[in-house]
């Protein structure tokens, strides 16, 4: 029962539009819990296992890429798959965190609904 209702809240979480203030609050706490041990508070990385989200090529280019990044990892590297291990808006909150912050300034706002789009093929 009580993992029918958390199933619930998390479908929720997913159908709605969340603002892009409400993603950035929840993409700090999800790097800080999740990203920042190796990518750092300020995202400047620790060369040349961990690379620097501040400026990079994938925290800036395509989105597409950056989001198939976080969800499948990257093999023969450090880099994790968060797929399995974050919920859609845990992930949406910290690609528009990590694309807004660090002198990174996309000014994309990734919603939950991408995020289970591509997963979920």
């Known amino acids: 029962r009580q993992q029918q209702q958390q199933d619930a809240a998390a479908q929720k979480d997913v159908e709605r539009l969340w603002t892009r203030e409400e993603l950035m609050q ?8 999740q990203c920042a041990t190796c990518h750092q508070g300020n995202g400047s990385g620790l060369a040349p296992a961990f690379p620097a989200l501040a400026g990079s090529a994938v925290a800036t280019g395509p989105l597409s890429e950056h989001i198939t990044l976080v969800l ?3 093999s023969g590297t450090a880099m994790q798959a968060f ?3 974050l919920s ?3 992930i949406a909150a910290v690609l528009t965190y990590t694309r807004n912050s660090f002198g990174n300034e996309t ?7 991408n995020i289970a789009r591509i997963k979920n093929g």
């Open 26 to 33: 929840r993409g700090e706490s999800v790097y800080l819990n």
């Open 88 to 90: 859609e808006s845990d």
């Open 83 to 85: 797929a399995g291990l």
């Open 107 to 113: 000014g994309d706002v990734v919603q939950p609904q």
């Open 72 to 74: 499948n990892g990257r």
